[in-house]
């Protein structure tokens, strides 16, 4: 019974090391989104940039949030006509089903038509960001 004990207790931290591996691998990495999903002005509570908007769902008590919005801010000032759109993920329920948000922060980049071309979960890197909007 000890070497069962022990067997599954190994295979428990295997596969909690590899999902934390994997987790961590993609944390913050823009990935291509379905660019069959649009949001509007009206969705999102504010205009969209005129070369792309980034979208980041946030909530209160959300500890990577903070420096994304610092990062999204920094990159929409830097970077002419891009808008930055901070939404609470606890109030906008319907956008965070239909957009199948599971965490957050979670950054979204939109065209100036409001296509969702990439999206990321965690804190995205600034340099991927600027590829994205093609300013690096």
Known sequence: ????GTAVCALVLVLASL???????????????????RLTPE??????????TLVQFSTEHCGP???TRRLLGEVATAVPGVA?????ADRAPALVHRLNVLRT?????LDPAGVLLHRSTGVPRRAELLTALGAD
């Open 105 to 109: 922060p979670t950054v979204l980049v």
């Open 43 to 52: 969705e999102l509570g504010a205009p969209l940039g005129e070369r792309a």
């Open 1 to 4: 019974m000890t070497t069962t």
């Open 19 to 37: 999902f934390g591996w994997r987790r961590a691998a993609r944390d913050g990495r823009l990935r291509t989104a379905d660019r069959r999903t």
């Open 65 to 67: 949030c903070r420096p």
């Open 84 to 88: 930055h759109i901070d939404l609470d």
